[in-house]
Structure formats: structure tokens, C-alpha cells
């Protein structure tokens, strides 16, 4: 049988070899899946144990739905003046809180809108509760926040971070990102600032030993090429922290499928299908051989392609989603409890385990 192009690429794979750009793309759009699959767990297993996928219970909270950004393909905020907009109180959040831990939950994602009705001094106070009064782990803030906060503070982004960490800020989202090429970014969120503007944040919180996830959410009108662009600039920001060696880093990349109900986008972009989810986040694992860990989707793309996913090299269900406003917002959210967690990674063949948020074993 003749070899081809595709079966040189996942002879390399196995063992080991690092994908070129021109590579991850020839596999996006012409690998088979079997393929896909067969080189992405090998990398996974890499990284992972084999027989076990892990899951988080956390909560995601949105501190406050006003936002003076205005993201085209978002459905979630309200306009500053707006009375429909909230910012949640203490009492509404150690509500949030209690029911959380009794669910033996242990941390919260915490993002808001960009408010600008909020004083600095008020995202260190609520990290400060959250953490020192709750004992909640805070996950907190998307890169367009944290560039928000170091303007309010008058500070750097590293004293920003720093700030925020010795006030109980545990870990960084990487929401936000899109896609991280201007041409797109400019399309649909040109207040939100250029891929520089995510990328300092990031680098800011690795230089501090701060760990954080990245992100893409795929299918706004990019194309192939620019999905690899954007994860070039991930492996090549995880190599630096890699190498500076001080905690910082990323600990997980997670890739989504735009969900464009209710925005402006509605009817004008097709829904990536779930091969295209599957092919995405297949060649995202094998080119980000420098990532621990990749999360299934299951939120925006259905249980079942999100158990399928971990046999093209996922190895983390993500969250139980107990709460989430922005994609709901957009008309698409699946949760689950425990037990149904529990049973879908199960019946996907692997045991489940806790993990916290920076991927570490709960209660030790
Ligand atoms: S995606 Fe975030 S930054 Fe953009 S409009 Fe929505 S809440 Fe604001």
C-alpha cells in the first residue's frame, strides 16, 4: 500500500515528533479521522494516564453582566446604564458558594463583563472574600478584565496579577481569546483589542508563576490557517513558560464551536459540525505537544460527541457546568450532576477522577 503524506505525518507522531504549522494544517483539512484519533491519543496518553479522565466541580460565576465591550457574537451583557444589568452581592455569592462546597465543589470560574462602574479596589476585595472568607478557589478573570484592572490600579500587568494573586486569585481563564488573529478579532470584537492584548495578560500572569488555560472558540469566519496561527501562538507562549520553569504556564486548552443564537451572527455562520469539532480538537492535541491537558467540549457540543472526544485525545470532561449564564445566553448549555458525570466518562470507557482547578487531586 502506498504511503501517504498523512501516514508519514502519524509515524512521526508516535514517535514523538513535533508538527510544523504546515503540517497541523494538512492534517485539519485532509487527515481521516481514525487517523486523527489513533495520533491524538497517543499524544494524550503522553501526558496522561491512560485508563483515567478527569472532571472539575466548580461553578461558573458571572460577578456582573455589564460590560462596555460589546462583543458581536456575545448575547450575555447589558450595557453600562442599562437597569437590567447586576453586580452580584456578597450574600448572593456565599449563597453561591455554600452550595457549591455542599456539592463538593471546590472552586468558582469567575468572569464578569468588563464594568466600568467597578473601582479597583472591588476585584480585590472579591477575590479576597471568595478565597480568605469562603474558601473557594478563584479561577478568575479573562485577559480583557485583567487589561481593565492594571488601567483602573495604574499598575503594570505583572503588579496587577501579583496584586490579585496575594489576594486569593488561584488561577487565570483564558477566555476571551477567540481566535487570536487580528483580521477575525477586529470582525467580531473590536473593542476587545488585538491578539497582543490577550497574549501580554497571558504572559504577564506566567512571568508571575501564575498558571491559566487557554482557549479558542472556532467557527466565526476564520480560516484553517489562522485556527494553526492561533494555536502556534499558545505552544509557542507555553514553550517560554516552560522554560522560565516557575509554576506559570498553561494548564489546559479548551476549544469550542461559536455559538451564535441570539447575536448578530444568527443564520449568518453554520454550526462547525461535529466531525470539524472532532478534527479541531484532534490536531489542537497533537500540535500542543507541550499541553498536559486538553478538555471535551460536552457543554456546547452534547454529551455524546463530548465522550467521542475523548478518543481523539481529550482526557478532561471540564466542569459540571452547575451554573452558566454566557452560553445559555447564546442557547446552547448541558449540565450534569456527579453521578451523570461519573457514568459518562465511564461509559466512554476510562474511570473518573476529581481534579481541582489547576488539574491537582481534591481534598490532599
Ligand atoms: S464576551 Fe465578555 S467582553 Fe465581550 S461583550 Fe460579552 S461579556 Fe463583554
Not at 63 to 75: E, K, L, M, Q, R
Not at 220 to 223: D, M
Not at 246 to 250: L, P
Given at each position: 500500500m502506498p504511503t501517504t503524506a498523512t501516514d508519514t505525518l502519524v509515524a512521526g507522531i508516535l514517535q514523538g515528533r513535533r508538527l510544523s504549522e504546515d503540517e497541523a494544517l494538512h492534517l485539519l483539512e485532509r487527515a481521516d479521522l481514525p487517523d486523527l484519533a489513533l495520533a491524538a491519543t497517543a499524544v494524550r496518553d503522553r501526558h496522561n494516564d491512560p485508563a483515567r479522565v478527569s472532571y472539575v466541580i466548580d461553578r461558573n460565576v458571572n460577578?456582573?453582566?455589564?460590560?462596555?465591550?460589546?462583543?458581536?457574537?456575545?448575547?450575555f451583557y447589558h450595557k453600562p446604564g442599562d437597569t437590567r444589568g447586576y453586580v452580584l452581592t456578597k450574600a448572593q455569592l456565599k449563597q453561591k458558594a455554600e452550595e457549591t462546597k455542599a456539592l463538593g465543589g471546590t472552586g468558582f470560574l469567575l468572569q464578569g463583563g468588563?464594568?466600568?462602574?467597578?473601582?479597583w479596589d472591588y476585584y480585590l476585595d472579591l477575590v479576597r472574600y471568595l478565597?480568605?472568607?469562603?474558601?473557594i478557589w478563584v479561577h478568575g478573570f479573562s485577559p480583557v478584565e485583567i487589561q481593565m484592572m492594571a488601567k483602573l490600579s495604574g499598575q503594570s500587568l505583572g503588579k496587577t496579577i501579583a496584586d490579585l494573586r496575594d489576594a486569593g486569585l488561584g488561577s487565570i481563564p483564558g477566555g476571551g481569546a477567540e481566535i487570536l488573529v487580528d483580521r477575525i478579532r477586529k470582525k467580531?470584537?473590536?473593542?476587545?483589542?488585538?491578539r497582543e492584548k490577550w497574549l501580554e495578560v497571558m504572559e504577564a500572569a506566567h512571568e508571575a508563576g501564575v498558571k491559566t488555560t487557554g482557549t479558542m472558540m472556532f467557527g466565526?469566519?476564520?480560516?484553517m490557517a489562522e485556527r494553526v496561527d492561533h494555536l502556534r501562538v499558545l505552544r509557542e507562549q507555553q514553550d517560554r513558560a516552560l522554560a522560565r520553569g516557575?509554576?506559570?504556564?498553561?494548564t489546559a486548552f479548551a476549544a469550542w464551536p461559536f455559538q451564535s443564537g441570539h447575536t448578530v451572527w444568527e443564520g449568518k455562520v453554520p454550526k462547525p459540525t461535529d466531525a470539524e469539532y472532532l478534527r479541531t480538537i484532534a490536531v489542537a492535541r497533537i500540535y500542543l505537544d507541550n499541553f498536559a491537558h486538553i478538555q471535551s467540549s460536552w457543554v456546547t457540543m452534547g454529551r455524546k460527541t463530548g465522550q467521542v472526544a475523548l478518543h481523539y485525545g481529550c482526557d478532561d470532561m471540564g466542569s459540571l457546568m452547575l451554573e452558566e449564564n454566557v452560553v445559555s445566553a447564546a442557547g446552547t448549555c448541558y449540565s450534569v450532576n456527579n453521578d451523570e458525570m461519573n457514568r459518562m466518562i465511564r461509559a466512554a470507557g476510562y474511570e473518573p477522577w476529581q481534579r481541582d482547578n489547576v488539574y491537582g487531586p481534591v481534598g490532599v
Open positions: 460577578y456582573t453582566d455589564v460590560c462596555n465591550v460589546y462583543c458581536t457574537f456575545c448575547a468588563v464594568n466600568p462602574d467597578l473601582p478565597n480568605h472568607d469562603l474558601g467580531i470584537a473590536p473593542l476587545k483589542g488585538g466565526i469566519t476564520e480560516t516557575n509554576g506559570g504556564g498553561y
